[in-house]
């Protein structure tokens, strides 16, 4: 697994890409596009862009890996 190059959640920007995402979680960037394309998934499509809000990324994550 890759280790994440952020320290901290406010190191993140607004917005995340899938590039963004495969270095928060660990995973290959091609994980991060297939996570992005699931079903509950909190993502925005702008044109042919895919972001995440950080804000809703930060909750989906605490309501997959929490406990």
């Known amino acids: 697994m890759k280790k994440s190059i952020y320290q901290s959640y406010d190191d993140l920007p607004l917005f ?6 495969a270095k928060v979680l660990g995973v290959a960037p091609s994980s991060a596009y297939e996570l992005m394309h699931e079903k509950g998934f909190p ?14 990324f930060g909750e989906w994550v605490d309501s997959h890996f929490s406990k």
């Open 16 to 21: 995340l890409n899938a590039e963004l995402i």
């Open 43 to 56: 993502v925005i499509r702008v044109g042919n862009r895919l972001i995440v809000p950080k804000e809703k």
